[in-house]
């Protein structure tokens, strides 16, 4: 039923062809059985295990070296073949281990829904597992019952919900029998009871009117399973790099045979050097070692609390442009506190306290969060709270009910008379107070400011009388209010500033009121001016690109609302962080780009459906692994500097001399030794890197940024242009002092190795000194030790030198290969320095 909340309730019962007095027979439980089904959330069918280990191999790098591995192999480089298959086959593995327990967002969904519920049927009430409820049992519910399927009220006393995780509604929600608006928001059908919430006060009998995927958490389990994959930023671009790999690798291997066939040199000879040179350029690395940074980046950030559910999220978290956050229970406590109270009488603050004690149903620890809020202060004021109830016993009250928006409860004071406790709505209990006329606005003016700050107000009063029976709706004395806010959690004002300080946007989402949600972020300074505040239902009817791109804040939203908030901003081109707790923020948390869920307060369905979880539940965290991610990202891209720069050094050697009419200075086993010892090693040294400082005072990455830019590009081209001059000029001097032969290759390759490990240092940074920091990553040095021992172990290891065809030098060819280490840092460090100087002291560097 669409509208059970908005009809009255004969003709819901009508509708469901109900008694309340007996319920259904088992014949009627059967045949609707057979027509709804069983209680159960819509059921996702998983990934199998091996379509999602297939799913590591499909991207552009990975296809391209495994066709660079077929090549190897068909001409005869077996050792090649088998070490590309390795890293592709460790990488496959890293991801698929990483990746097994992720999409599991409706099997968290279902065991959510896992209870009993107390029916009645033909007369006789009954205990049954919750899958077995269907349109219209009578459902019997009281104080801490999950409620088993969504409900239509048919009887309440003093009933009230905690709807938080559905609604994001922090309050409990009163309910009532009477039919709302047909138009009324999930938050506000006050005749409904939703499965996934928690009755925390009074009882109820109520018709099932909705089962299964038909319920409103049914609808957000639909939601979750239809949300698309998102492609993170950096698949996208590894996969462009990928295509444009592709044709560079054809280009070269064409531009090389032809070149060397025309100047005379065997065909299948210039054959072989165009595949291994092709081979070479491609970088087999890439995609272990981009694993490998991210999965230290996973050990890194679960050290501090943040446990990664997907590889790909921690880079993406670093591109981050804006962060989507749920109020309840994170950015807040989702635990009400009392703020302020303010008193005609100061002098009766502890009698205030007192009545707020009597007149409440909750312990310290249980019961609805409101009167729990108010018992905090009595414990800190040092009132023994089971002693001041224990002798002033409860003789007789008025519940609370959404009709009269009062509490008042009676009790036996210890001189034998009795006290009148009454708590409730401003208008409420001054109404019922003997307030002189001139007083009244004094007193609403109170409430007033306590209002505009965003708090939840309640009046205390009190009266006392020598017998029970009395006027509940006079002759009380007003005490004062009381000012309750759900709190900012601790080091959420510090986050906040830090997100806004590294130019990310942040907007809140919630299901509260407009007026408490300003308060809130107006405490959180979510934005140097008033904080612009707009009600989810104006997203209704117009372009919600236009709305997202100017609010930044969302109130009263329902669950479709944050899906279609998120996708609204994706479609403006940024990159979305969405943080929750709740069931009512999964499908938003898998849309996202990035979603990062509470792990202490969160629903299994939140953790499930996000792609980061915080353990500590301190939204502090997310600023922290922002950082992370954008050091993935910058070493991500210093590991592509260093590669690409060596790999392309190599094509423009073995092409210039072969323009020159020299010899060839590398054979094809020479280039791929060359490969794997100065790439790998290399590149887990730089994966190591720590945070560049000041990388959370810069702006997001642009989303559409190519991992090589134009910039980037042109760096990467002179400084290979750089390694090559200087490997062509050893080999030139080696082929005028020794002749050409062994000597003078091995020469070229000493040149090129040493000229390769002074290029690691230059790509610590594009901008600061190599030397800056650079005790703070002792496993570059460990990376150049091991580079050398390698290079020592072909030249004296006489079984691998007859390999790779090299001859040990001479002694005196030693310092020019020393030579070859220092010249590229020194040529680098000055080209850093002469921009840094034209930047000028005071603009920051705009890559690390």
């Not at 090299?806 to 280490?821: E, F, G, K, Y």
Request: proline share 6%; aromatic share 4%.
């Amino acid at each position: 039923m669409n509208n059970a909340h908005a009809l009255p309730l004969e003709q819901v019962l009508a509708e469901l062809h109900i008694d309340p007095a007996t319920g259904l027979s088992d014949v009627d439980v059967a045949q609707r059985r057979r027509q709804w089904g069983h209680n159960v959330l819509p059921h996702a069918r998983p990934r199998s295990l091996v379509r999602m280990l297939l799913e590591q191999f499909l991207n552009m790098i990975v296809l391209l070296l495994a066709g660079a591995a077929a090549i190897a192999w068909a001409t005869g480089d077996t050792l090649e073949a088998v070490a590309i298959l390795v890293v592709l086959l460790l990488n496959a593995a890293i991801g698929f281990g990483m990746e097994w327990q992720a999409g599991r967002a409706l099997a968290a969904l279902r065991k959510q829904t896992r209870m009993t519920a107390q029916v009645r049927r033909s007369g006789v009430v009954v205990k049954i597992s919750a899958e077995d409820v269907v349109p219209g049992d009578i459902v019997l519910l009281s104080a801490g019952d999950r409620v088993p399927a969504d409900l239509r009220v048919i009887e309440a006393a003093a009933l009230r919900a905690e709807e938080s995780p559905l609604t994001g509604e922090s309050n409990p929600v009163s309910k009532s029998v009477d039919p709302v608006a047909q138009g009324a928001l999930i938050a506000e059908r006050a005749s409904m009871l939703f499965l996934g919430t928690v009755v925390v006060a009074g009882r109820a009998v109520a018709a099932v009117v909705d089962t299964g995927e038909r319920t409103e958490l049914g609808k957000i389990g639909r939601l979750v399973l239809d949300a698309p994959e998102e492609r993170t930023p950096l698949q996208d671009k590894l996969d462009a790099l990928g295509k444009r790999l592709a044709v560079v690798v054809l280009v070269i291997a064409v531009v090389v045979i032809v070149a060397g066939v025309m100047r005379g040199d065997e065909l299948w000879m210039m054959l072989e050097v165009g595949i291994t040179l092709a081979v070479a350029a491609v970088p087999e690395a890439l995609p272990a070692v981009t694993t490998f940074i991210l999965a230290f980046g996973v050990l890194r950030m679960a050290r501090q609390k943040a446990i990664v559910r997907r590889l790909t999220a921690v880079e993406t978290l670093g591109s981050t442009t804006v962060i989507c956050s749920d109020k309840t229970g994170t950015l807040t406590m989702n635990r009400m506190t009392v703020q302020e109270y303010r008193l005609p009488d100061p002098a009766r603050q502890q009698l205030l306290v007192e009545v707020s004690v009597l007149c409440n149903d909750a312990t310290a620890k249980s019961g609805d969060p409101t009167e729990i809020a108010l018992i905090q202060p009595a414990i800190q004021h040092g009132i023994d709270v089971d002693a001041l109830r224990r002798d002033n016993p409860r003789v007789a009250e008025h519940p609370f009910d959404s009709g009269t928006k009062r509490m008042i409860t009676i009790h036996r004071t210890p001189a034998g008379d009795f006290l009148w406790a009454l708590k409730g709505a401003t208008r409420v209990v001054l109404d019922a107070c003997d307030v002189p006329p001139e007083k009244r606005p004094q007193f609403d003016a109170m409430n007033d400011d306590l209002a505009g700050k965003g708090l939840r107000v309640l009046a205390i009063a009190h009266k006392r009388t020598r017998d029970v029976s009395g006027d509940p709706d006079h002759g009380f004395t007003f005490l004062g209010f009381v000012g309750m806010l759900d709190p900012p959690r601790p080091g959420v004002l510090e986050a906040v500033a830090a997100a806004r300080g590294a130019g990310i946007r942040l907007i809140m989402l919630t299901g509260d009121q407009a007026e408490t949600a300003r308060s809130i972020a107006g405490q959180l300074r979510l934005t140097d001016g008033e904080p612009r505040v707009k009600h989810a239902s104006e997203l209704a009817g117009a372009d919600p690109r236009a709305i997202v791109a100017e609010t930044d804040v969302f109130a009263r939203v329902s669950p479709e609302d944050k899906y279609r908030i998120v996708e609204a901003l994706q479609a403006n081109g940024e990159i979305v962080a969405v943080t929750g707790d709740g069931v009512n923020d999964a499908p938003a948390l898998k849309k996202s780009d990035v979603g990062v869920a509470m792990g202490e307060r969160g629903t299994e369905v939140a953790k499930e459906a996000a792609d980061i979880v915080l353990a500590d539940d301190n939204f502090i965290t997310i600023v922290a692994a922002i950082e992370g991610g954008r050091a993935i990202y910058a070493n991500i891209v210093k590991f592509v500097h260093v590669m690409f720069s060596h790999n392309l050094s190599e094509v423009l050697t073995i092409f210039i001399a072969i323009v020159l009419g020299w010899p060839l200075p590398l054979l094809p086993l020479q280039i791929l030794w060359l490969n794997l010892v100065t790439d790998i090693f290399p590149a887990f040294a730089l994966a190591l890197e720590p945070p560049a400082p000041g990388i959370m005072e810069q702006p997001p990455r642009p989303p559409g940024e190519s991992l090589l830019s134009r910039s980037f590009l042109a760096l990467i081209s002179w400084q290979a242009a750089m390694l090559a001059a200087i490997a062509l000029t050893v080999y030139w001097l080696a082929l005028q002092r020794y002749g050409a032969g062994e000597v003078a290759r091995t020469m070229a390759l000493l040149s090129m190795v040493g000229a390769q490990i002074g290029q690691m240092f230059n790509c610590r940074s594009r901008t600061r000194s190599a030397f800056e920091g650079l005790s703070k990553n002792p496993h570059i040095f460990f990376a150049a030790a091991t580079v050398v021992s390698l290079q020592g172990l072909a030249l004296t290891f006489a079984p691998l030198r007859r390999v790779l065809g090299l001859a040990v030098p001479p002694a005196s060819a030693w310092l020019m290969v020393a030579i070859t280490i220092v010249l590229p840092i020194a040529i680098v460090e000055t080209q850093k320095f002469i921009a840094r100087r034209r930047a000028g002291p005071t603009r920051t560097p705009a890559v690390s």
